[in-house]
């Protein structure tokens, strides 16, 4: 294919070199679900949730709590973290796979919420992967020049497609946010993403329609997480130019406690804190690892420009995997 | 690899039950029941034939998964497709 003579030459922006993270921000329902309380109401019990999946207690939003609360408290916490004003947002990406209508978006209402004026809004769907491709999204708009700051959050109400009474699932999923700032830098502070898929493995984590919930194929997605996911976060690694043993933290999906001591095993990283926010929080989706991070920060787990390595991976099946600076 | 003797998969498959699940070498022997015996779950039984997989390099998918309830029935299987 021979590249058109143009009539009019297309002016594009300055490319910036790098785009970091400025801030994260972070929001939990207040209502804790402990596994005692599920164990009243399904054939379970605390022992075997611990032993099979690692979690202790979850949070559940309540009815009257929306996907684009959550998104707010946790994106105005991390705006506000930022030291930017709303004015400064270009662009605002929302994470999820959980809202209960197709339109209007999580977004556009969340950006207004946040006063943040006429930016745009989309809302990005790869599970419990998108936050690692809304990342990766921001990152590209700010270097390219689409947008000087962007604004990612995953944000998940799962409890509305929960089948309350199937043990299998009940027992994992969770609701909350997580949130960070992406500005443009010198210095790069997200390393390149690696992204892909499995589309032939659809039907192993999904939806039926819009009157079922959440199924998933417990060993077959367990086998894939722990066979497929570990050589892409390495490659993530290798990709930002850096060696595990550089790594301050490993911020898989917080999927299964089980997947991922068997992720953070393979990968190899000595020196890093491995997330285990699951314990507490659940399986969140998108919102996992915004929030493990958020937390993860607020303890001192990490310091301020450590190499932390995010690992998303989830319904699609979809991954995406990076390295970021800690803010 | 080539063929493997019966005690060379069990010394093998002892070696990746230890790994993952901390049992005893000694502990594992052809008569004891997984999931009875030595109390390993069903997650554990996926760890253990992905481990499997890359020692032995024969493939033990789920569906098969289910049907191998001892020790023993992992040495067969895995003697039955290396022939």
Request: hydrophobic letters at 45%; proline letters at 5%.
């Amino acid at each position: 294919m021979t590249t058109p003579t143009p009539r009019a030459r297309l002016r594009v922006p300055n490319v910036t070199p790098g785009a970091r993270i400025l801030s994260f921000g972070d929001y939990q329902p207040s209502k804790v679900v402990t596994n005692d309380d599920l164990a009243k109401t399904v054939d379970t019990n605390d022992e075997w949730i611990r032993s099979r999946v690692g979690i202790a207690e979850r949070r559940i939003a309540g009815d009257d709590e929306s996907l684009v609360d959550m998104a707010v408290h946790a994106g105005g916490k991390a705006l506000a973290g930022s030291g930017l004003a709303p004015d400064d947002i270009d662009l605002v990406i929302v994470a999820t796979a959980s809202h209960d209508v197709p339109m209007p978006n999580v977004s556009a209402p969340t950006a207004h919420r946040l006063g943040i004026h006429a930016p745009g809004a989309f809302d990005l769907n790869a599970a419990c992967s998108g936050f690692c491709y809304a990342l990766a999204t921001a990152s590209a708009a700010v270097r390219g020049g689409s947008a000087r700051n962007v604004l990612v959050i995953g944000a998940e109400k799962t409890s509305q497609w929960i089948d309350w009474t199937d043990r299998s699932t009940c027992i994992i999923f969770a609701d909350g946010a997580g949130a960070a700032v992406v500005a443009g830098s010198d210095e790069p502070g997200i390393g390149p993403v690696v992204w892909g898929s499995a589309g032939d493995q659809a039907d192993k984590i999904s939806i039926a329609d819009r009157n079922s919930f959440i199924t998933q194929e417990g060993q077959a997605v367990f086998r894939w997480a722990t066979t497929a996911i570990a050589p892409i976060a390495l490659e993530a690694c290798e990709r930002a130019g850096i060696t595990p043993a550089d790594l301050g933290a490993i911020v898989p999906h917080q999927a299964n406690l089980r997947i991922v001591d068997s992720i953070a095993r393979k990968v190899g990283a000595t020196n890093a804190v491995v997330a285990d926010d699951i314990v507490t929080s659940g399986n969140t989706m998108a919102a996992s690892i915004p929030l493990a991070l958020a937390h993860m920060i607020e303890r001192g787990d990490v310091r301020s420009g450590d190499p932390a390595l995010l690992i998303g991976f989830g319904a699609g099946l979809a991954y995406a995997a990076q390295v970021i600076q800690i803010p | 690899m080539a063929q493997a003797t019966e005690q060379q998969i069990l010394d093998g498959l002892a070696e990746i039950i230890d790994e993952i699940v901390g049992i005893d070498k000694d502990e594992v022997t052809p008569e004891k029941n997984f999931i009875d015996d030595l109390d390993i779950d069903s997650l554990s039984m996926v760890e253990i034939a992905v481990a499997a997989q890359d020692k032995f390099g024969v493939e033990i998918p789920d569906d098969e998964l289910r049907n191998l309830k001892t020790v023993k029935d992992v040495i067969n299987f895995v003697q039955n497709l290396q022939a």
